[in-house]
Structure formats: C-alpha cells, structure tokens
T-cell receptor, first 112, second 112 residues
Framework: DTEVTQTPKHLVMGMTNKKSLKCEQH?????MYWYKQKAKKPPELMFV???????INESVPSRFSPECPNSSLLNLHLHALQPEDSALYLC???????????FGPGTRLTVL | DAKTTQPPSMDCAEGRAANLPCNHS???????VYWYRQIHSQGPQYIIH???NNETNEMASLIITEDRKSSTLILPHATLRDTAVYYC?????????????FGQGTRLTINP
C-alpha cells in the first residue's frame, strides 16, 4: 500500500465552525506533513511531525491545530477560520530512509 | 532556505524531449534538488532528485551544473499525460524528516 488518503475530499465551513481534516498512511512512514496550497501557487509547508512529535511549525496561526495520535494518522483541527484560509490542504508522508514524500490528493477547503 | 526560479510556462510537442530549466543559485552544499509534478487536482508526484551528479530513472533525467547553481529536468519522449505543473524544489535537511521548499513551478503543456 503506497497511498496517502485524506478525508474529506471537500469541506465547506463557516467562520465559527470547528472541523477536522484527516490523513492516513499505512506505509510505516514516521514523518508526516501538512501543506497549504492556494490556487495557482505552490504548496507551502505548515507542519512536520517526526515520530509523532511536532518538529516544525512554519509560523502557522493557532486557528490551525495539528495532531498526530499515532504513526499512521495525522489530523488538522480547524477553528475560527477566515475566508482567506480557503485552499487545498495536502498531507504527505515519508520514511527516514527514502528520498520521496508521498502526497495525498488533498482536501479542498472553502471558508464562508 | 534556498530559493528556486523557474519559467512560468513551456510548450512541447508530443514525442519530443521536454527540457525544464531551474535556477537555484543560493543552494547549500548539503541541499538536494528535487523535482515533483502536479497534475490538475491531484497531489504532487515525485519524479527525481540529485545532489551533484546527473541522475536518470524511468521517468526522467536530471542534469545538474558543476557549480550546482542550476539544473534541467529532461522528459525524453513527452506524452500528452505529461501535461502538468513541474516544481523544482530544494530539500533542506532536518532531523528525522524532509523540508521541501517548492519553487513557483513551470506549467508544461504537451501539444499533439
């Protein structure tokens, strides 16, 4: 299984809602990542988890809260988002011995 | 972090070689050059990477200049399915994971 899955595929939420994005991989990878991608722009790194511990936070606002409950799962909890947070949110994973990050298909988030 | 510069768009005829240039003049000695591509509405897909030497795999070849300030991705026989955004990336070494710094990307269109 060389797949990273993300749910939901699409999400529409209001500015007062609380929602979560979910990412899962069963490749035994111990590094997992969240990226944000605005339309016609490259992906931008948000968070890196290594061995279930947060190792990088790229100065992301606190309305985005990551969580890595186990080595296969990565969540992104969303609260009080702004319309400018609308974007494609990509999850990726990698092993410590390989050279490749595997990306999921993304969750397209719209904040109204 | 090192930055990459790519042309915003390129065209190539089907069956011909597509040569995509990238400048990374501020790259450090231990930073790798990576190439990923992103087909519309999908997550980025790994193509190839290199440090100093030229590299080839089943998808592409990577030519890195001797001073490492620029590189070229070569798709030897482009097909219509190679139409995508191609990202030249610098991989920054971090403990236990990888930090990918994406360039702005080149939108490659393969024409029949």
């Amino acid at each position: 299984d060389t797949e990273v899955t993300q749910t939901p595929k699409h999400l529409v939420m209001g500015m007062t809602n609380k929602k979560s994005l979910k990412c899962e991989q069963h490749m035994g990878h111990r590094a997992m990542y969240w990226y944000k991608q605005k339309a016609k722009k490259p992906p931008e790194l948000m968070f890196v988890y290594s061995y279930e511990k947060l190792s990088i936070n790229e100065s992301v606002p606190s309305r985005f809260s990551p969580e890595c409950p186990n080595s296969s799962l990565l969540n992104l909890h969303l609260h009080a988002l702004q319309p400018e947070d609308s974007a494609l949110y990509l999850c990726a994973s990698s092993s410590h011995t390989s050279n490749e990050q595997f990306f999921g298909p993304g969750t397209r988030l719209t904040v109204l | 972090d090192a930055k990459t510069t790519q042309p915003p768009s390129m065209d190539c005829a089907e069956g011909r070689a597509a040569n995509l240039p990238c400048n990374h003049s501020t790259i450090s000695g231990n930073e790798y050059v990576y190439w990923y591509r992103q087909i519309h509405s999908q997550g980025p897909q790994y193509i190839i990477h290199g440090l100093k030497n030229n590299e080839t795999n089943e998808m592409a070849s990577l030519i890195i200049t001797e001073d490492r300030k620029s590189s070229t991705l070569i798709l030897p026989h482009a097909t219509l399915r190679d139409t995508a955004v191609y990202y030249c990336i610098v991989r920054v070494p971090i403990q236990g994971a990888q930090k990918l710094v994406f360039g702005q990307g080149t939108r490659l269109t393969i024409n029949p």
